[in-house]
Each structure stands twice: as structure tokens, then as C-alpha cells.
């Protein structure tokens, strides 16, 4: 299986409402690429967590095993604890 590492990070400023960024560095086959983008705004830090790793996972292939570094206790919390109640609810 292959293996990857997104470190990843979002800002917003001023929060809520104003434009912000968002960056993932990834790790993977021995090359490291970097992404990053912005939102004009309005927007928020929490969207901007978290659309830093949805794009690191969305340069990946299917099917990589995959560790996620993340300074940010609402991604952390979305993709370790809240996940296995969205997927009980279907969602």
C-alpha cells in the first residue's frame, strides 16, 4: 500500500467573514509537493482547515494509506471522533 503524509493548515482573518488560505505540504513516494489557495471571502479559519486537506487528499491517488498533520482541533475531531457518527447517520 502506498503511504503519504499531508501536513496541513488554514487561516481566515478577520474570523468569521473574512478572506483566508489554506496550504497542505504532502509527502509522498519520496517527493514533497506543496499546494495552497485563498477564499476572498467571507469565509471562515475552520473552512480553511479543512480545505487544506481535502486538497492534499485530492492530489493523491485512491486507495494511500494516509497521516494527516494538523495544528487544528476541528479537523483532528471531524476525522477521528465525529466521522463514525456521520457514517452511522448515512451522512
Known amino acids: 500500500m502506498l503511504n503519504a503524509v ?3 493548515d ?3 482573518w478577520p474570523n468569521p467573514g473574512g478572506p483566508g488560505g489554506w496550504a497542505a505540504v504532502i509527502d509522498f513516494e519520496g517527493k514533497r509537493t506543496e499546494l495552497s489557495g485563498r ?3 467571507p469565509t471562515t479559519n475552520n473552512r ?3 480545505q487544506g ?3 492534499g487528499l485530492k492530489f493523491l491517488p485512491p ?3 494516509v497521516q494527516i498533520i494538523t495544528d487544528s482541533q ?3 475531531n471531524a ?3 465525529w466521522i463514525k457518527l456521520w457514517k452511522k447517520r448515512s451522512w
Open 63 to 65: 486507495h494511500c494509506h
Open 10 to 12: 488554514g487561516s481566515c
Open 53 to 55: 486537506a481535502i486538497e
Open 39 to 41: 477564499h476572498p471571502g
Open 74 to 76: 476541528y479537523l483532528r
Open 48 to 50: 480553511m482547515e479543512i
Open 79 to 81: 476525522g477521528a471522533t
Open 6 to 8: 499531508i501536513h496541513t
